[in-house]
């Protein structure tokens, strides 16, 4: 059911990998749609192949059988209309921030004068104002994630990926940049695929919460999140949010995971 | 402050030494064609320094050592960057160059002298060959070096191949280039002046040989201090660019220290 406002279309997907002691078995029968500016997390223990899918999305992996659409157009490799953000902030060390966050539109030439203003309102956009000509290695962590995020929408993209963006951010960190994205995206209305293996922060951010499992990684139940946004923080203590993260959670104690 | 005591106390460790060596050679009437007294070295120094023979041997040694320098590393670093971006190339130089790199390059000497005469050439191509290594070696490594979550990041954005180099394997590369020129540079020098030995018309190895054939060994002493700060100044020269191109690294002392493991003269 490919409706012509879903931007991901996801069917039968399946990725193994060839190593020297056989085929892993990474992803299989994987099955979801992303329609156009919803964010959807998806959910799942390590290991369960949430960063392979990611890279198949991001053309970055070919996969093995199955369908991976974009806009109803096949993905078969890198596009100039997705923006990705990764665990770590993968920032240059030689460029400014501004020039960190202008890096796509270096690469696709997409005019430096044109794109700088957008970048300056971006940065400001994630506080980041007065800081675009220091360096990556005099920001925090934190300041550094909200660059990489910067530079993921910098191009416009019809898509934004993001894998474990806050997971090596420490808690309160993660807090605020809960609340930070979900005022960007209420801003701009991206499109976003957000991978997790924290199920409050899943839960907190999406519109809908795709569950997978491993082994091989499967998505065994979607959960939509109709609590209206902009959503606070004092929401985790909320009994609607507790209620929906013991659901999610069940999928993995039952099977003895921890997530 | 204990900065000041400390340079104070260098200087005085100096002096110190100077003057056990001054007495000792006196006490024990060490003749001058063995050890000569540092009095006398700043004599001979003094000498050559006032008539223009040092300065114009070591205009020639440092222009063969500068030659040598950006010949090898020019080389180095094109086929460098052609191991680094294909397997192929590499499939086929590796053999060369694993038997050029263990074979001691100052022994070729000789015969490159043979090849190119007693003049400037032989001193570059002898510095070539043996500043080469250090800055292959480590141009290769430092293409490679790229992290790959950066790649797969330029990957993301459909960059294509020379945008990848350009943008990212290049300046991650440039810690490590930095280290085999420095290297390279102190390799130079070595080059051209065992080619002087070898045979020369000109130059400061050329002149530490003739004041040995005349048993001028306070000469060579001053020959050799002048060869020391010549060595330490194009050392400094490359320090001062690495800190202005390497501003972003933090890791600088580990990639130098790395560097000088292969490749050796
Ligand atoms: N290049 C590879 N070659 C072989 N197996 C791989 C490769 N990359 C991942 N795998 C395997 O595929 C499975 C899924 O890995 P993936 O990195 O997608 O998991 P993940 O859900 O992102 O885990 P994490 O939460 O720890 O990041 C794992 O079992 C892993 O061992
Ligand atoms: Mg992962």
Same mark, same amino acid.
């Given at each position: 059911m490919a409706r012509s406002a879903d931007v991901i279309h996801v069917k039968g997907l399946r990725k193994e990998y060839g190593t020297a002691r056989g085929t892993v078995l #990474?992803?299989?029968g994987i099955d979801f749609t992303v329609g156009e500016g919803e964010f959807v997390a998806i959910v799942g223990p390590s290991g369960c192949g949430k960063s392979t899918l990611l890279k198949i999305l991001a053309g970055l992996l070919p996969a093995t059988r199955g369908e991976v659409n974009l806009r109803s157009v096949p993905i078969t490799g890198p596009r100039r209309d997705i923006g990705v953000v990764f %665990?770590?902030?993968?920032?240059?060390?030689?460029?400014t921030v501004l020039d960190n966050v202008l890096l796509p539109v270096d690469v696709q030439r997409l005019g430096r004068e044109d794109n700088r203003s957008r970048a300056l309102g971006l940065l400001a956009l994630v506080g980041?104002?007065?800081?675009?000509?220091?360096?990556?290695?005099?920001?925090s962590g934190g300041m550094q994630q909200r660059v990489a995020i910067t530079r993921g929408l910098i191009h416009n993209p019809a898509m934004l990926l993001m894998d474990e963006?806050?997971? #090596?951010?420490d808690a309160m960190t993660r807090e605020s940049l809960n609340l930070e994205l979900q005022r960007i995206w209420l801003e701009c209305r991206e499109t976003v695929v957000f991978i997790t293996h924290s199920i409050a922060e899943a839960v907190f951010l999406a519109d809908r919460v795709l569950i997978m499992t491993p082994?091989?990684? %499967?998505?065994?139940e979607e959960v939509a999140v109709a609590i209206p946004r902009p959503?606070?923080?004092d929401l985790l203590a909320a009994p609607e949010f507790g209620g929906i993260v013991r659901r999610i959670r069940a999928h993995f104690s039952s099977k003895g995971i921890e997530a | 402050m204990n900065g000041v005591r400390n340079a104070s106390l260098r200087v005085l460790l100096l002096i110190a030494s100077l003057a056990v060596w001054e007495g000792a050679v006196r006490a024990l009437r060490v003749p001058a064609f063995i050890l000569p007294p540092p009095s006398q070295v700043g004599a001979a120094l003094y000498r050559g320094s006032v008539s223009g023979i040092y300065l114009q041997h070591l205009w020639i040694t440092l222009a063969e050592t500068l030659l040598g320098f950006l010949l090898g590393s020019v080389v180095a670093f094109v086929v460098g960057t052609a191991i680094a971006a294909s397997p192929r190339t590499e499939y086929f130089l590796y053999p060369y160059i694993v038997m050029f790199q263990s074979?001691?390059?100052?022994?070729?000497a000789p015969l490159v002298v043979v090849w190119f005469?007693?003049?400037?050439t032989s001193k570059v191509v002898s510095a070539a060959l043996i500043s080469f290594f250090p800055l292959l070696v480590n141009t290769i490594a430092g293409l490679r070096s790229a992290d790959e979550d950066r790649v797969d990041l330029m990957r993301s954005l459909a960059a294509s191949e020379l945008q990848i180099f350009r943008m990212l394997r290049l300046p991650s590369a440039l810690p490590f280039i930095m280290a085999g020129l420095e290297v390279a540079m102190v390799f130079s020098l070595v080059g051209a002046i065992v080619a002087e030995f070898v045979g020369?018309?000109?130059g400061l190895g050329m002149l530490i040989q003739s004041r040995n054939f005349s048993m001028d060994v306070a000469g060579e002493f001053a020959i050799l201090f002048i060869l020391a700060v010549l060595g330490l100044l194009l050392n400094a020269a490359l320090v001062s660019v690495r800190r202005r191109v390497l501003?972003?690294?933090?890791s600088q002392k580990a990639a130098l220290n790395s560097a000088s493991l292969r490749g050796g003269p």
């Open positions: #990474a992803l299989d %665990q770590s902030p993968v920032l240059f060390p030689w460029r980041l104002s007065g800081f675009e000509h220091r360096y990556p290695w005099e920001l963006p806050f997971g #090596a951010l082994r091989p990684g %499967q998505i065994v959503r606070s923080l | 074979m001691p390059k100052v022994a070729l005469g007693l003049g400037l020369a018309e000109a501003f972003w690294d933090p």
